[in-house]
């Protein structure tokens, strides 16, 4: 039920389409971006109901207030306190290598702002984990949700950062 209400909502009533050609093994991180406004994160929700996809994903710990806290850990959610030190990427690599799925979305720029200086977290997860990244655009101009590109990490951060932030250049947010 769940699933075919986000289906018709998100396809036919807001109109949205997808261009998914990158497969979806039992492990991976996505990246997601550009992130300019909340209605990502609704985009991303509706996205994952209508296609039966269970991701945890990253949010700062200001969001997990009553009543939406328990909430948002249902839907997966994950709270980063930004303001300590924590081994969190550390910890989420070696619950990947352990687990036998681990699927996880991440937006790299950790914020709703312009920012050119992407977190590094999404990445280094994969490479201590040895599992992809999907790169997962929204374009709200088209309103498609791309994601035609994988990169398993190699360790050449500079390079492959690159490559990650040319996939998104064409694609525009909500603001």
Not at 26 to 47: E, M, R, V
Not at 105 to 131: D, H, M
Not at 138 to 145: P, S
Request: overall charge positive; proline content about 5%.
């Amino acid at each position: 039920m769940w699933k075919k209400f986000c289906n018709w909502y998100l396809y036919k009533h807001l109109g949205w389409k997808k261009e998914i050609t990158v497969p979806h093994p039992d492990k991976y991180i996505i990246c997601l971006a550009p992130h300019t406004s909340n209605w990502d994160f609704l985009i991303g929700q509706l996205y994952a109901g209508a296609e039966g996809i269970k991701t945890n994903f990253l949010m700062k710990k200001e969001w997990f207030f009553w009543p939406l806290g328990p909430i948002f850990r249902k839907l997966g959610g994950i709270a980063v306190f930004r303001d300590r030190h924590t081994s969190m990427t550390d910890n989420l690599a070696e619950t990947a290598k352990a687990a036998t799925t681990f699927k996880l979305c991440i937006t790299p720029e950790g914020t709703r702002s312009l920012n050119p200086e992407w977190k590094k977290g999404f990445y280094y997860i994969a490479l201590k984990a040895q599992i992809p990244i999907l790169l997962y655009g929204a374009d709200y101009e088209k309103r498609l949700i791309t994601c035609t590109k994988s990169i398993i990490p190699t360790g050449d951060f500079d390079k492959e950062m690159r490559e990650i932030k040319l996939y998104f250049k064409d694609f525009k947010g909500k603001k």
